[in-house]
């Protein structure tokens, strides 16, 4: 799939994520730990990817890959090292956000299932279904 053909369309930016930055604390002994805030929460479109856009895409190893296309907002500054998370899921980003082209100020973004996600998978009918450590839930 090329960037072009992931035009926005505002009706289609129907699901919530949340935005988080990465924040790194000093623990009790002084070492280093990494956590997340969130910064802002945005209405997106959250698309699993199939086989052959991740080969595409140049990524064919990791089979839990995702793209996210968000309208861009110049002051959050997203980086790679964010990461969103989207219906009790995290996904971590694999790149830096890259406009779409054709003027829509749109922003395409690849991302993976993060540690704590055990599978994505596409359904027959189109859906995803995200499987976690404890639950199950239909994703439209």
Do not use: C, H
């Amino acid at each position: 799939m090329s960037l072009s053909s992931t035009a926005l369309n505002i009706g289609r930016l129907d699901q919530v994520i949340s935005l988080q930055k990465p924040t790194i604390t000093s623990g009790d002994l002084g070492q280093p730990s990494k956590s997340y805030a969130e910064v802002k929460q945005v209405y997106a479109r959250v698309r699993p990817l199939s086989a052959s856009e991740r080969a595409a895409a140049g990524q064919e190893k990791d089979l839990a890959q995702v793209e996210i296309v968000m309208r861009d907002d110049p002051g959050l500054n997203i980086t790679a090292d964010w990461r969103a998370e989207w219906n009790g899921a995290y996904l971590d980003f694999v790149g830096p956000p890259l406009p779409i082209a054709g003027g829509s100020r749109a922003l395409r973004i690849m991302a993976r299932m993060g540690e704590t996600e055990l599978i994505t998978r596409v359904t027959a009918e189109g859906n995803a279904r995200v499987t976690t450590d404890d639950d199950t839930r239909a994703v439209v």
